[in-house]
């Protein structure tokens, strides 16, 4: 599966499990991660409140697709449609 096809896979996993994205906060990163995270995305988000949650939630979303990308048992897996 090559990285674009695992994003999309990601996406669509978590379009129709709610669980999911959860399931791998819990699995893939550290309540102090999060928060490093967030407090990073405060740093450099423009004055909005609205900006600033957007950059975190961006970056702990890249952050999952790239876990999701290193998973072993995703390498013969075919893409949902």
């Known amino acids: 599966m090559t990285k674009v096809e695992a994003a999309v896979a990601f996406f669509q996993k978590i379009a129709t499990d709610r669980g999911f994205l959860v399931g791998?906060?819990?699995s893939e990163m550290s309540p102090e991660l999060i928060r490093f995270i967030g407090e990073y995305a405060r740093v450099y988000a423009d004055?909005?409140?609205?900006?600033?949650?957007?950059?975190?939630?961006?970056m702990i979303?890249?952050?999952?697709?790239?876990?999701?990308?290193?998973?072993?048992?995703l390498e013969n897996q075919p893409v949902l449609s």
């Open 47 to 58: 004055e909005s409140s609205e900006a600033e949650e957007m950059a975190g939630s961006l």
């Open 61 to 73: 979303l890249g952050y999952l697709i790239r876990a999701y990308e290193d998973d072993p048992s």
């Open 24 to 26: 791998m906060m819990e």
